[in-house]
């Protein structure tokens, strides 16, 4: 079965510092990766998305991912954290086109001045 | 962008009682929803994946007696919690697909009383 691990449950940057959030999975083939964003008690939100092509994602907020096949990582990267960036981050998985998503377990990020 | 409706945002109810959380696809047709429950500090796991004008497919350990999916028409699909008890307070969020994409609704946080 697929798995996605997010080893890093918290992680603090100062304002203004380069960020990376890791993502591995667990899948024979090649995956759908994605990554949202959930700020507290609110639905979550898509920062980018990986089906085929350019291994390297730009997303929305200057985010960006790295799809690495041979290391099964899809991890995230900011050059430049702002404190909004504050939030919880998840790494999901989908097997097939449209079919279900299986989530990390979420890292937070919190973003110190 | 495609817009993903879910009502109500925060439910209080007495033990013993049913609850109806609504998802509602405003700009698209979404044939398949997905259901998720997350708790406190933890990631979202997938309760049942609903199909327009057929029956759920509940993920294992999910009691589908309790937890009722209506999925009747391509914008709107349902999950009611009977006979709720304490134990099944959480934060509920569902997921419409669009094309190969996901949007999530903004969540609704259930507590039972």
């Known amino acids: 079965a697929q798995s996605v691990t997010q080893p890093d449950i918290h992680i603090t940057v100062s304002e203004g510092a380069s960020l990376e959030l890791r993502c591995n999975y667990s899948?024979?083939?090649?995956?759908?990766l994605f990554w949202y964003v959930q700020s507290p008690g609110q639905g979550l939100q898509l920062l980018l998305k990986y089906f085929s092509g350019d291994t390297l994602v730009q997303g929305i907020k200057g985010f960006e991912a790295e799809f690495k096949r041979s290391q099964s990582s899809f991890n995230l990267r900011k050059p430049s954290v702002h404190w909004s960036d504050a939030a919880e981050y998840f790494c999901a998985v989908g097997m097939e086109y449209g079919n279900k998503l299986v989530f990390g377990a979420g890292t937070i990020l919190r973003v110190k001045s | 962008g495609a817009v993903v409706s879910q009502h109500p945002s925060r439910v209080i109810c007495k033990s013993g009682t049913s609850v109806k959380i609504e998802c509602r696809s405003l700009d698209f047709q979404a044939t398949t929803m997905f259901w998720y429950r997350q708790f406190p500090k933890q990631s979202l796991m997938l309760m049942a994946t609903?199909?327009?004008?057929?029956?759920?497919?509940?993920e294992q350990g999910v009691e589908k007696d309790k937890f009722l999916i209506n999925h009747a028409s391509l914008t709107l699909s349902t999950l009611t919690v009977t006979s709720a008890h304490p134990e099944d307070s959480s934060f509920y969020i569902c997921s419409a697909r669009e094309g190969a994409g996901y949007t999530f609704g903004s969540g609704t946080r259930l507590t039972v009383v």
């Open positions: 899948y024979g083939a090649t995956p759908y």
């Open positions: 609903s199909n327009e004008g057929s029956k759920a497919t509940y």
